[in-house]
């Protein structure tokens, strides 16, 4: 135990020094947090041995609810009015067109080049969608991560878009994710019947996040603690009450926690500040201690054989499948198409198809390993490439605003 609270203890330093070497360098922090978590596993300096994708995924899970909730809190109503109607049809429209034409990639790809088939066998176009599936949405971390670390951001109404998109987005990728998983492993499911628990996820959490984040505020107000520091506890606890009743009664805690922190935010009165810092701390060692974790679970001798393929399909994703889904969403709602190649470049993955990618394991499907290194693979890539370029992309096309301090 000892030892486990030194590594603990030393890893979060050397994650926070790495913060400030992403900027110094205008690296995305979630290369660096990856790239300590495989060097501290067990085929890097640190040797530490961590198999287990299913404490990966709780991990995860437990990070992502505070990475959203967080989001939602510090992010002002009056900036995303605006842009509700595209950003809802980016989270759900976007999520469904991206699937299908990354999965009908994969499916083609992996299908027709025996070079680059998943141990060696073809795959059926619906174990093709749940690639596509997993990595079809935008990373929230990531995305609030660069905007607020000082990094230069699009005009308000484009960040405020991004945000928007990532924060409610992978309640549909979730949902693709886990309904594809059922009909490979146990045949469940018929299309409506998939379509049907995707409608009721979505409108099961967004009803229960937006009820339990207005009575959440009014409950705070009305308390008159006296200490202020346990308004962030109290905070805490109501986020994760909204995820774990939401995934109870069949609808998706992600989208729930969102909105519930959204609302919350928005709302309460009672030491909001206070509220918000210390949410924003807590989001950081939750990116960090998942970031970390997905890093340990990788072991980098094995990414070798993926290459190839995760190369591929990131190129796809990037150059295709999110473009297309960004143009065809953002259409009707106005947006140039300098704005529109802005957000589709911004299209940054993240934790949450690493954390997507351990389900097939998790639910015994075969290739599962694989699975999770092609995506991790594709994460990588996608963070290289679209992280280290958003910038100049961005004064490119003529819509960034000038970088302000990190806060």
Known sequence: ????????????ILAVLSVRLSERLRMPV??????????AGSEGPGGIAFDSPGLAQSVGTVCLVVILFAGGLDTAWSSVRSVVGPGL????????????????????????YTDLRLGGDGISWTEGLLIGAIVSSTDAAAIFGLFRSGSPAPRRRLRSLLELESGTNDPMAVILTVTLIGILTRGEASLGTALAGVLLGIVVGAVLGLLL????????????????????VLCLGVALTTYGTAQAIEGNGFLAVYLCGLVLGNRVRSHRRLI???????AWIAQIAMFITMGLL????????????????????MFLARPVSVFLCLLPSGFSARESAYVSWAGLRGAVPVVLATFPATAGLAQA?????????LVVVSVLVQGFTLGPVGRRLGIEEPAGPPT
């Open 213 to 232: 984040g207005a009575v959440a505020a009014l409950g705070a107000d009305a308390l008159r603690l006296s200490i202020p520091g346990l308004y962030p």
């Open 276 to 282: 918000i810092q210390v949410s924003d701390a807590l």
């Open 1 to 12: 135990m000892d030892l486990t609270v030194l590594a603990a203890g030393v890893l979060l």
């Open 369 to 377: 390993e694989d699975v999770f290194g092609v995506v991790f693979f």
């Open 89 to 112: 049809l980016l989270a759900t429209g976007g999520v469904l067109v991206s699937t299908l034409i990354l999965g009908t990639a994969a499916w083609w790809l992996l299908g027709s």
């Open 30 to 39: 979630l290369l660096l947090f990856l790239g300590l978590g495989m060097a």
């Open 298 to 317: 990788v072991f980098p001798s094995e990414l070798v054989g993926v290459a190839p393929v995760g190369i591929v399909l990131a190129l796809i994703l």
